[in-house]
């Protein structure tokens, strides 16, 4: 905090501002902000809602934070410091009206920043528990969800207190802050890893299993958009990891180094935001098919049982016409087979010579009952016939209603 540039606060400010106007149009574009209403789509109980209030009330948060030291930053300046030069001023020479305001931001630094581990960590064990699905499973009683519970409160208690804990030493809280989250932070992103390697298969498993062009569509777009948040999430994590454990060191040269100190508060804040957007996209996925009015349906085009092909005008090169010329076969879609016109296997293609020669008549036929002739003997090569062993019956794999009525992680329906 000490070390850092006013201008890297304006910085700050600006990115979480654009982010809390994307949030706001995202969420209009989604559905006119009614997901943000508690009594909206009530099947889905008030896990949705928990979870949107916490990522929605992280953002404006973290503009709190940027703003309100942004603005003591550059009302107390810099200050000429023998042997360091022209430095941002320290807290110890800020005004008492400054000073009081160092522990209250903190304190939003910390509830911000718990609300974020909290929502991907969510998200981080639904996809764990995801991609180890079984049929009847129910997300409420996994394990999965019991650890989002006791690392959701870890976090929440946890950040807050040690910046209250640390309050009386600004330069003891501040790292210590910065420190435990992300470490927090860290954990979930070096765990989401393995969602990252077990997606594909799962992709493959849900096609294969009839799921509906558009889960399929949903769960390929959030693999994509996964691999990027996750590069950028670690930039977030290692750049603040970098500043604050060099701040809890008894010398500091990063924090010393100003080129340093803006360099890696510039890219963590630039991780953040970026990996939030991406998860803003995750959480409320829009449908732009849906949206323009189009729905997924089946064409037919009817034709009658049985009709002849137009005829085909071919043309050379130099652009005369040839005779029409009509293609040998007609379509029946009462069978749904193509009969070839002079099919040499088709009795009825036959010419009427050939037809009456193939006539059979009842004296030709034997009555019922009445002995066969015996078949003239054959002198060829005998040939045994090994008939290929049935496969396996392979049981079709069905999928849970919480997979076929997918659209997000924190938009759960477990029921059909």
């Known amino acids: 905090m000490t070390h850092i540039s006013p201008t890297v606060y304006v910085f700050w400010t600006i990115l979480s501002v654009a982010l809390f106007g994307f949030l706001v149009s995202h969420l209009w574009k989604f559905d006119r902000f009614k997901s943000l209403r508690w009594d909206f789509e009530k099947r889905n109980g008030a896990f949705k809602r928990i979870m949107t209030y916490c990522y929605l009330t992280s953002v404006p948060t973290l503009i709190a934070y940027s703003m309100g030291m942004m603005v003591i930053k550059y009302k107390e300046g810099f200050v000429l410091i023998p042997g360091h030069g022209i430095v941002p001023k320290p807290y110890q020479l800020w005004s008492p009206q400054n000073v009081k305001w ?98 594909p298969a799962f992709i493959k498993r849900v096609r294969r299993a009839g799921g509906e062009p558009e889960v399929v569509i949903r769960l390929t777009v959030f693999k994509d958009l996964n691999i990027s948040r996750t590069f950028f999430r670690f930039i977030f994590v290692i750049s603040f990891l970098i500043i604050s454990a060099d701040g809890i060191t008894r010398e500091t040269h990063v924090n010393e180094n100003a080129f340093a100190t803006d360099l890696l508060a510039t890219a963590g804040a630039i991780g953040l935001v970026v990996s939030s957007m991406f998860t803003l996209l995750i959480f409320f996925p829009r449908s732009i098919g849906r949206e323009a009015g189009y729905t997924a349906r089946t064409s037919f085009v009817g034709r009658r049982a049985s009709m002849q092909l137009e005829p085909i005008v071919y043309s050379d090169r130099r652009g005369a016409s040839r005779a029409p010329q009509v293609l040998p076969f007609t379509i029946n879609q009462t069978r749904n087979v193509v009969v070839l016109d002079n099919d040499p296997l088709d009795p009825s293609s036959k010419s009427e010579q050939e037809k009456e020669s193939r006539t059979w008549t009842s004296d030709t036929v034997p009555p019922p009952g009445a002995s066969q002739p015996d078949p003239a003997p054959f002198h060829g090569p005998t040939i045994t016939a090994h008939p290929y062993p049935s496969p396996p019956l392979v049981q079709a794999e069905t999928l849970p209603p919480i997979l076929k009525n997918y659209s997000s992680p924190i938009n759960i329906v477990e029921d059909e």
């Open 102 to 199: 160092i522990h209250p931001l903190y304190m939003l630094l910390s509830v911000a920043w718990a609300l974020e581990i909290v929502s991907h960590l969510e998200e981080l064990c639904f996809w764990l528990f995801l991609v180890n699905l079984a049929p009847y499973s129910s997300w409420f009683s996994s394990i999965q969800f019991k650890i989002w519970v006791v690392g959701s409160v870890c976090s929440l208690v946890g950040l807050p207190l040690l910046t209250w804990f640390t309050r009386e030493d600004p330069l003891k809280s501040e790292p210590i802050t910065m420190m435990a989250g992300s470490i927090g932070s860290g954990l979930v992103t070096f765990c989401s890893l393995r969602v990252l390697w077990l997606f």
